[in-house]
Structures are given as structure tokens and as C-alpha cells.
């Protein structure tokens, strides 16, 4: 198995300073995360989801492209996926893949419908399906394979959920993001279960950890939960188990580290999940 990182966890470093600390820690691969940043936001100290550094911006030229490309080529990290954050509009998922070609990725993340209880599952499905047939057709054209993420708060948050909605399109095509720690929040099943159901569409995974933690701010005999982001090695998800299960189906993909732990800074982070990858991929 190979490694990879997601920049939106390095939203102080700016891809320029991640791609020679990639090299230097060990990893082999970069997600970009693909998002424009309003220029209100700028002014907000970095974080996460929202004045995120490690950002390429949807309005990137073509020069800008190529100068990440030869910085990526000079340290020998691949650009694996451009990330975005799609709805299901097939005219900005070209728009997308465009981008994602230029750079040579291997994916892009196609969007899935939220799930909030405002409006009906099956309509929500129904409109998934068809965009998704869409996407397709765009993914074949482009040479670069579209993902649906296993993801809390949307119709996909479990493997079970994904392998219907992919029912019936190409996985040479389009596949699915597996990600365990979001499945914290929900959509949990054994994951070689999932795995073994997902078959060829499981494409790419992403690591990273959370667990379930009493809400301090109840104030009556009721007790209340919510997910705290946590490290790989101290969350919910057994990664032991998982990698072994993953090697078990014979997947020799990417693993992708989203750490949203917030323990250390992002260079300390990206040691320390690479050591943790390391000491689990050496079980298998």
C-alpha cells in the first residue's frame, strides 16, 4: 500500500511548503483539497473548512498548474485526486475533471446529496442516480475516475448505501472513497463486510479516527453524545484491523491521511500518522 495526504488537514501550509514535507516525511501522494476561498474569509485565521492555505482554487491557470506539477515531479509525489465539493451539477464536476486532467490525477470526488431529514430519501436518490449516470459518461471522457465518499450526513454514509447507488455504472469509472472514521459518526458496518460488498468500486481510503463522547453541556437526566475528532491510534476505528481486512479483499491502493485531530502541529501530525502507517502495513 502507498500514502497519501489530503491538504485540506494542512490549512496552514501552503502547497508549496507541503509537497518538499511530503518527501521529507515519506509519503508518495497528494489530494488536493479544490475549493475557491472568498476574500472575507482570507482574514479569518487558517483552519480547516474555511481559509485553508493548502488549497488550489477552482479560477487556477494553467501556468499555476504546471509550476505545482514540476514541483510535485521534482520530489516524486503524485497528484492523486483533486478533492472539490460537489453538489450534483454535471457542469461544475466538468468543470472538475478539466482540472483534475491538466494535473494527471488518478480522481476526482463527485458529489452526493446531504441528508438533513428537509427533504424525502428517495427523491434525493432518484437525483443521485441520474447524475451519477452522468458523471460517467464525464469520468470515461476525462480519463479520471469519479468517487463517492462514505460520508456522515449524506444519503452514503455506510458501504451498504454506496454499493446502491453505484448498482449498475462501471467501476473502472467511478468508485467509491471508503472512509472508517467518518462512519464514526454513522453508517458503521464490520468493515470487511463492507469491503467485501463494495468489491472493484473500492478506489481509494481515507484515514483518519473520531469517537462518541458525552455532550458536556447537558443539563437534565438525559445524556447526550457527539463525535470528537481524535488520532488514528486512539478513535473508534480499530486501524489494525481495518488495514488487515484491507488487505484481506487485496487492495493495494492509497491511504489517505485526513487527521483532524488538532493533538499537534501539521508537520508533527504527518509524522506521526506515518509512523502509525508504517508499524500497521508491516502486520500484514
Same mark, same amino acid.
Given at each position: 500500500?502507498?500514502?497519501?495526504?489530503?491538504?485540506?488537514?494542512?490549512?496552514?501550509?501552503?502547497?508549496?511548503?507541503?509537497?518538499?514535507?511530503?518527501?521529507?516525511?515519506?509519503?508518495?501522494?497528494?489530494?488536493?483539497?479544490?475549493?475557491?476561498?472568498?476574500?472575507?474569509?482570507?482574514?479569518?485565521?487558517?483552519?480547516?473548512?474555511?481559509?485553508?492555505?493548502?488549497?488550489?482554487? *477552482?479560477?487556477?491557470?494553467?501556468?499555476?498548474?504546471?509550476?505545482?506539477?514540476?514541483?510535485?515531479?521534482?520530489?516524486?509525489?503524485?497528484?492523486?485526486?483533486?478533492?472539490?465539493?460537489?453538489q450534483d451539477n454535471i457542469k461544475d464536476t466538468e468543470?472538475?475533471?478539466?482540472?483534475?486532467?491538466?494535473?494527471?490525477?488518478?480522481?476526482?470526488?463527485?458529489?452526493?446529496?446531504?441528508?438533513?431529514?428537509?427533504?424525502?430519501?428517495?427523491?434525493?436518490?432518484?437525483?443521485?442516480?441520474?447524475?451519477?449516470?452522468?458523471?460517467?459518461?464525464?469520468?470515461?471522457?476525462?480519463?479520471?475516475?469519479?468517487?463517492?465518499?462514505?460520508?456522515?450526513?449524506?444519503?452514503?454514509?455506510?458501504?451498504?448505501?454506496?454499493?446502491?447507488?453505484?448498482?449498475?455504472?462501471?467501476?473502472?469509472?467511478?468508485?467509491?472513497?471508503?472512509? *472508517?472514521?467518518?462512519?464514526?459518526?454513522?453508517?458503521?458496518?464490520?468493515?470487511l463486510l463492507g469491503l467485501q460488498l463494495?468489491?472493484?468500486?473500492?478506489?481509494?481510503?481515507?484515514?483518519?479516527?473520531?469517537?462518541?463522547?458525552?455532550?458536556?453541556?447537558?443539563?437534565?437526566?438525559?445524556?447526550?453524545?457527539?463525535?470528537?475528532?481524535?488520532?488514528?491510534?486512539?478513535?473508534?476505528?480499530?486501524?489494525?484491523?481495518?488495514?488487515?481486512?484491507?488487505?484481506?479483499?487485496?487492495?493495494?491502493?492509497?491511504?489517505?491521511?485526513?487527521?483532524?485531530?488538532?493533538?499537534?502541529?501539521?508537520?508533527?501530525?504527518?509524522?506521526?500518522?506515518?509512523?502509525?502507517?508504517?508499524?500497521?502495513?508491516?502486520?500484514?
Amino acid at each position: 500500500m502507498k500514502y497519501s495526504v489530503f491538504s485540506v488537514m494542512a490549512h496552514d501550509k501552503t502547497p508549496e511548503e507541503l509537497i518538499p514535507m511530503l518527501k521529507e516525511v515519506g509519503y508518495h501522494a497528494v489530494e488536493w483539497r479544490f475549493k475557491e476561498t472568498p476574500e472575507e474569509v482570507r482574514q479569518e485565521p487558517t483552519s480547516f473548512w474555511r481559509n485553508n492555505y493548502c488549497t488550489i482554487d *477552482p479560477d487556477i491557470s494553467d501556468q499555476e498548474i504546471e509550476e505545482i506539477k514540476k514541483m510535485s515531479e521534482q520530489y516524486g509525489i503524485k497528484t492523486l485526486s483533486i478533492t472539490p465539493y460537489l453538489q450534483d451539477n454535471i457542469k461544475d464536476t466538468e468543470k472538475v475533471l478539466a482540472v483534475a486532467q491538466k494535473f494527471n490525477a488518478s480522481f476526482i470526488r463527485l458529489g452526493v446529496p446531504k441528508y438533513d431529514r428537509n427533504e424525502d430519501f428517495n427523491q434525493l436518490f432518484k437525483n443521485a442516480k441520474e447524475y451519477l449516470k452522468q458523471a460517467e459518461k464525464l469520468c470515461k471522457q476525462y480519463g479520471v475516475k469519479g468517487l463517492i465518499e462514505t460520508h456522515h450526513n449524506t444519503i452514503v454514509a455506510s458501504a451498504s448505501a454506496a454499493i446502491r447507488l453505484l448498482d449498475g455504472l462501471d467501476p473502472q469509472h467511478v468508485g467509491v472513497l471508503y472512509d *472508517p472514521g467518518n462512519m464514526v459518526h454513522e453508517g458503521y458496518e464490520n468493515h470487511l463486510l463492507g469491503l467485501q460488498l463494495l468489491g472493484d468500486y473500492v478506489a481509494h481510503v481515507h484515514m483518519k479516527n473520531a469517537a462518541w463522547v458525552i455532550d458536556d453541556s447537558t443539563k437534565s437526566d438525559e445524556v447526550n453524545w457527539h463525535v470528537n475528532w481524535e488520532s488514528i491510534e486512539k478513535g473508534i476505528v480499530n486501524w489494525d484491523q481495518v488495514i488487515k481486512d484491507l488487505s484481506t479483499v487485496g487492495y493495494d491502493g492509497y491511504i489517505g491521511i485526513e487527521d483532524f485531530s488538532q493533538v499537534d502541529d501539521t508537520k508533527n501530525t504527518l509524522i506521526h500518522n506515518f509512523n502509525w502507517l508504517q508499524k500497521w502495513t508491516e502486520n500484514i
